[in-house]
């Protein structure tokens, strides 16, 4: 999926540290909008992510990625 251009340079001036309010602005409207999404430390075992065309995608704890290696060898 490709990012509108002035979300992407939202999302550059924001790893520079240089963001605006309208920069803020940009960045809220896209992470309501399941365009961008937002991790904050810890781990992301479990965690279920909806993308912005619908796909969900489930990060698998340790054990259940060991259990599914277990299961997909035998």
Known sequence: MELPP???QALE???AGVT???DLETLRCALQAGQIA???GGSA???II???NGN???VLTARQRA???RILAA
Do not use: K, N, P, W
């Open 6 to 8: 002035e979300l992407t």
């Open 13 to 15: 001036r924001l790893r």
């Open 20 to 22: 605006d309010a309208a």
């Open 38 to 40: 937002l991790a904050i």
């Open 45 to 47: 075992d479990g965690a």
């Open 50 to 52: 909806v993308t912005g």
């Open 56 to 58: 969900i995608v489930q």
């Open 67 to 69: 259990d599914l290696e």
